[in-house]
C-alpha cells in the first residue's frame, strides 16, 4: 500500500474546521462576526494537542509545526494545563474559516476525502455548501 503524502496546510485546514465545529455553529451565517465574541466566551470543549494528533494521524513534530504556526498567525491559542494543552479556536480563526473554508476543501479536496476514507467525510466537509443563511 502507498503512503499517500499531505502537504501540512491540509493539517491546518482539518485541524481549523475541527475546532471550528466544537463551537457548532453555521460558519456561513450573516452577522457572525458580530457573535462571535459572547460564542467563544460561552464556548465548553476541550480539545487538547493529543486529540489534534490523533485527529490528523501525525506525529508529534507534524502536529507541533502546524500548531505553531496557527498560533503565530492568531488564529489559535493554546493553553496550557497540568498535564496537557488545551488548543482553541480564535475569532480571527474562524472569521478566516468563514472566509476561505471553501476555497480550502475544494483545493484540497483529494487529500481531505482521502484522509478521512476510512471514518467518513467530517461534518463541517459535507456541510460546507449546504445550511447556508444568505
Known amino acids: 500500500m502507498v503512503h499517500r503524502y499531505k502537504s501540512y496546510k491540509v493539517y491546518r485546514v482539518i485541524i481549523l474546521n475541527l475546532l471550528a465545529q466544537e463551537l457548532d455553529i453555521n460558519l456561513y451565517q450573516k452577522n457572525l462576526e458580530d457573535k462571535l465574541d459572547s460564542i467563544l466566551a460561552r464556548a465548553n470543549y476541550r480539545i487538547t494537542k493529543s486529540q489534534i494528533r490523533h485527529e490528523i494521524r ?9 500548531l505553531r504556526e496557527l498560533e503565530s498567525e492568531g488564529l489559535i491559542e493554546m493553553i496550557p494545563q497540568e498535564r496537557t494543552t488545551l488548543v482553541r479556536i480564535t475569532k480571527k480563526g474562524v472569521l478566516h474559516l468563514q472566509k476561505w473554508n ?4 475544494n483545493l484540497y479536496r483529494e487529500q481531505i476525502v482521502d484522509h478521512y476514507r476510512y471514518v467518513g467525510l467530517p461534518k463541517w466537509f459535507r456541510e460546507a455548501y449546504h445550511g447556508e443563511e444568505q
Open 58 to 66: 501525525s506525529n508529534h513534530k507534524m502536529t507541533e509545526k502546524v
Open 102 to 105: 471553501r476555497f480550502y476543501i
